[in-house]
């Protein structure tokens, strides 16, 4: 029997953590702010959104909402991000992504400010983590470290294998990996014999986005398994890209979904505001 890292918990060990260290800024006079701004109504986006909003209330973070129509142009857009960079009283900048097609969404995320940049998006945050200085991280890279760390699985010296290269997950990932020691390997479309490379793993990272794509015979005995994938199987039910009712006999470790990563994203995110005025 695996054992279940347990997302929730751990998530919400960490925003109780925060919600102490919010209460003594405010003590200091020192208020926590974050601004979301939101382009259309994207029915999975205002889910996050809302989630996000719940957790800064939460926490003691102030929240403020810019929920802009489908219709907002590129220059409009980038204008309210130009004025919440030069707020002093707002600390993080979000944009809520994906953005509708008629706007550049790398064009948005260079606009932030890199010291508001609590996505961890932009190309200086990116930098920083590759050269292994002081900086806003990718919040669901982070929440993994954070998962395996609190559940005390070791990194160090581990075999660690990432399915998926994308900018968000499995790049960031890598070098977080790298920084904790690990032995870091990433597959994606192009991997020639997958299931040997993924055999290695004391840790497989599975973020591709294909429901149920990762069965028990891409693991080895005993491995930790993170699964990133929030898909719907054929029955509407929420699940992952591993498949977690095969894999969960044979892992030494496993993340479900819904309730492993998910919530540890938020988390992460409320970690970088505080983390943005403390510093």
């Known amino acids: 029997m695996a054992k279940i ?30 601004a ?23 926490v003691g973070i102030r929240s403020l ?12 857009l980038l204008e309210l991000v130009e004025k919440l960079n030069k707020d002093d009283s707002v600390n993080g900048i979000l944009v809520q992504l994906p953005l509708p097609n008629h706007i550049d969404e790398d064009k948005v995320i260079k606009t932030i400010a890199p ?37 005390d699985i070791e990194i160090d010296g581990k075999e660690c294998v990432i399915i998926g290269r ?3 997950v499995g790049k960031p990932m890598s070098m977080l990996l790298l920084r904790e020691n690990g032995t870091v ?14 055999k290695r793993a004391d840790i497989l ?27 719907r199987d054929e029955n509407g039910k929420l699940c992952g890209d591993v498949d977690y009712a095969d894999v969960e006999p044979k892992a030494g470790a496993i993340t479900p979904v819904p309730g492993g990563v998910g919530p540890m994203t938020i ?13």
Not at 65 to 76: I, V
Not at 124 to 148: D, M, N, Y
Not at 217 to 224: L, M, Q, R, S, T
């Open 65 to 76: 909402a810019y929920e802009l129509p489908e219709e907002t142009t590129e220059a409009e």
């Open 115 to 151: 010291e508001k940049d609590v996505d961890g998006f932009h190309p200086e945050s990116v930098g920083r983590l590759s050269i292994g200085q002081k900086g806003f991280v990718s919040c669901t890279p982070a929440g993994i470290i954070q998962l395996l760390k609190r559940s």
């Open 205 to 231: 990272i599975v973020a591709i986005g294909k429901t149920k794509f990762v069965t028990a015979d891409y693991i080895k005995e005993g491995a930790v398994v993170i699964d990133v994938g929030m898909d």
């Open 267 to 279: 988390a992460m995110l409320m970690h970088n505001c505080v983390s943005s005025v403390e510093e």
């Open 36 to 58: 979301v701004i939101q382009v259309g109504n994207n029915p999975a986006s205002t889910v996050y959104v809302g989630n996000k909003k719940k957790a800064c209330a939460y």
């Open 166 to 168: 994308s900018n968000i």
């Open 185 to 198: 390997t990433i597959c994606h479309s192009h991997t020639k014999d997958l299931k040997e490379v993924t």
């Open 5 to 34: 890292i347990d997302g929730k918990k751990i998530s919400q060990e960490i925003k109780d953590e925060l919600k102490e260290r919010v209460a003594a800024l405010k003590e200091k006079g020192v208020e926590v702010t974050l």
